[in-house]
């Protein structure tokens, strides 16, 4: 049976419909990804199925005792000195106000009450799963919920959502402000829930791994389609496709009943009432029609290169109070280089890119900016935009012109191509939807000539038609781009490299750099044994020698030993750098297109100087543990 059936349902808020007179059945099970523009109402579709928004007509069918249960988007808020604790109880009702009192009772009758409580709505399986869910999203149990962040708070609402065991969840954007680690044990725990899911998103990884169907809002009606998200995008084009076969044909019989009606006396003597009557049925079927809007299209505004030469680090440490961020990290960053930075949430992600940017001084080591430097930044908490000011105002360009690339376009025209409509432009931001205050964002970054770009997690709230512009602007950017984000499929779309915080020992994290995207990450990383058995290697301490073996006092480097020893590293930077040159050169598209002959000698050069950069590491190992005996 169907947990819930719409039957010709309308929801309208003013000139056209949310809802056109739509059927949709949910049913148990069902991991149902949500699509639409920016705008189109999936949020108000969400919060008829919650039964938070009333409907204008039709009729929604619900079974006997349904629970829905609703990842709110705004951030979490409770009264007074609530902690998290108690406001994920509070969020499981009557079992949650049980639980409670069980665990404030003083006398033993109390208690039995409050136990029954809980036993009858299967309390101590929810108090569990809460349990679990607090340490799974990194939140603190006992924390007040007022002092807590706005990215905290929406965790905060998640877990409320994850701990009611619904029959029904739906999450709005849940993988924002999410780590890559918190995001794939979320996208696994959605996959395993018996409930059905109805979820909104701009994660195209989480998408495809937990979606085994998708529903498509599109201009008031909805499509549903019991396939795989690359199934639907095909399924989608031909469907599209159709539609406009159909209007195409019916524009033509149109035209051809229009000069008909038009013809002379005799003609209009002997016309059809019925004929007609269809011709005014086909004019207002021509004026109902909703055609997509247009697609968002923007270019971003390029300032003069600057030097070849962006960014250089070098074996900088940095601190914030006895965390530390960075220990002794180095990386050169080039023009062109389109560099992602991956890491858990708190890790310095942030303050990493304050420090390559200037905006910190490192505790120690040096960093560098090249000359010609033009940054623009995208900030994901969005603080900079003015809510009491207009859309146009926003843009903080004091002018109602725009210069993109030597052309100059009206303000009004250029954020047309962002999808606001002139009424949105003039009108005040605090109206603007998260998706809409990205893009005011975005066209904002874009109006400002740059040849370096920092963009904090800029796919938050966008959709996916947006989130493609956005791709290939950066893909085609022939500047510098330094992305913080948790979208996995987006930096492998967009990054050439990674900066990646990892294997973390004490709460002090490895910075590494890899070639290519998050995937390219994946498969070169080296897991965090093999690194601890490594750094044994590297650190050994003096051991007796075993019987027959030479003593400490033999063991000591001879001169040459000493000498060898003191120019190893150099050696093994010199080798590590014509690796990367090689391994650089091997990752290019046009790498393979060269004749055989040319692949193989790279290759084989490659080899060699792998194998050579390991004997040197032995050999270092070799001495370092002779000299600590000596």
């Known amino acids: 049976m169907a947990l819930i059936n ?3 349902v309308y929801l309208d808020f003013g000139a056209k419909p949310i809802l056109d007179g739509v059927n949709l059945t949910i049913e148990r099970g069902q991991k149902w990804a949500l699509i639409g ?13 919650n039964g938070t928004l009333p409907i204008d007509g039709g009729v929604i069918k619900r079974q006997d005792g349904l629970t829905v249960a609703k990842m709110q988007q705004s951030a979490a808020t409770a009264e007074g000195e609530s902690t998290v604790r108690e406001f994920l109880m509070s969020s499981l009702g009557d079992v949650g ?3 409670a009192g069980y665990e404030q009772a003083k006398d033993t009758d109390a208690m039995m009450r409050f136990q029954q409580r809980i036993d009858d709505g299967d309390g101590w399986q929810l108090l569990n799963q809460l349990d679990t869910i607090i340490t799974r999203l990194r939140l603190q149990a006992d924390a007040q919920v007022q002092s807590l962040s706005g990215g905290v708070r929406r965790r905060l609402n998640l877990a409320a959502a994850l701990v009611q065991a619904p029959d029904i969840l739906l999450l709005d954007e849940p993988t924002n402000h999410l780590d890559i680690e918190t995001i794939i044990w979320l996208q696994q725990l959605v996959k395993n829930l018996d409930c059905a899911v109805i979820f909104v998103t701009h994660d195209r990884s989480f998408l495809r791994e937990v979606a085994n169907g998708i529903i498509e809002l599109d201009r008031g009606q909805i499509y549903s389609y019991d396939c795989d998200y690359d199934t639907y995008l095909q399924r989608r084009e031909q469907r599209l496709e159709a539609e406009a076969k159909e209007w195409e044909r019916m524009d033509k019989k149109l035209s051809q009943e229009e000069v008909w009606v038009r013809q002379g006396i005799k003609a209009r003597r002997t016309r059809s009432e019925s004929r007609v009557q269809k011709l005014l049925e086909m004019r207002e079927q021509k004026k109902q029609r909703r055609r997509q809007s247009g697609s968002a299209k923007a270019d971003i505004n390029v300032a003069e290169a600057g030097g070849k030469k962006v960014i250089t680090a070098y074996k900088v440490g940095f601190s914030f109070g006895e965390q530390t961020i960075l220990d002794n990290f180095s990386t050169k960053i080039m023009r062109g280089d389109k560099v992602g930075i991956i890491g858990p949430n708190g890790v310095g992600k942030t303050t990493l890119v304050n420090l390559l940017l200037g905006e910190l001084e490192p505790d120690s080591g040096s960093i560098k900016l090249g000359t010609g430097i033009e940054v623009a930044y995208f900030d994901q908490l969005k603080k900079d935009i003015n809510d009491n000011d207009t859309v146009q105002n926003n843009l903080q360009l004091g002018t109602d012109f725009v210069t993109i690339n030597g052309k100059s376009r009206h303000v009004i025209s250029y954020l047309q191509d962002f999808l606001f409509t002139p009424e949105k432009v003039r009108g005040p931001a605090s109206v603007l939807s998260g998706g809409e205050r990205s893009r005011l964002l975005l066209a904002r970054l874009f109006a400002r000539p740059a040849n370096l770009l920092v963009m904090d997690e800029p796919t938050n709230d966008l959709d996916m038609e947006t989130l493609d512009l956005l791709q290939d602007l950066l893909f085609d950017f022939p500047g510098t781009v330094l992305l913080i984000s948790h979208d996995r499929d987006f930096i492998d779309q967009v990054c050439t490299q990674t900066i990646v915080f990892e294997n973390p020992e004490d709460g002090v994290y490895e910075v590494n750099e890899y070639i290519g995207g998050y995937e390219d990450y994946l498969r070169q990383r080296k897991p ?11 650190k050994r301490v003096s051991e007796k020698p075993a019987a027959g073996k030479q ?8 001169f040459h030993e000493q ?6 590293p ?3 930077d010199g080798l590590e750098a014509d690796i990367n040159q090689l391994s650089a050169q091997a990752c290019e598209p046009e790498f393979y297109q060269q004749d055989a002959e040319t692949i193989k000698k790279t290759t084989t050069r490659l ?5 050579t950069l390991q004997e040197k590491y032995d050999r270092w190992d070799e001495l370092e543990a002779k000299k600590s005996t000596s």
């Open 6 to 8: 719409f039957e010709q």
């Open 37 to 49: 523009r920016n705008g189109e109402g999936k949020s108000s579709l969400l919060n008829v199925i």
């Open 97 to 99: 106000e049980a639980l």
């Open 528 to 538: 965090k044994e093999a690194a601890a058995q490594k750094d044994i290697k590297t």
């Open 551 to 558: 003593s400490s006092t033999t063991n000591a480097l001879k």
């Open 563 to 568: 000498q060898e020893l003191k120019k190893l």
């Open 570 to 572: 150099s050696e093994i």
């Open 607 to 611: 080899a060699e100087l792998e194998q």
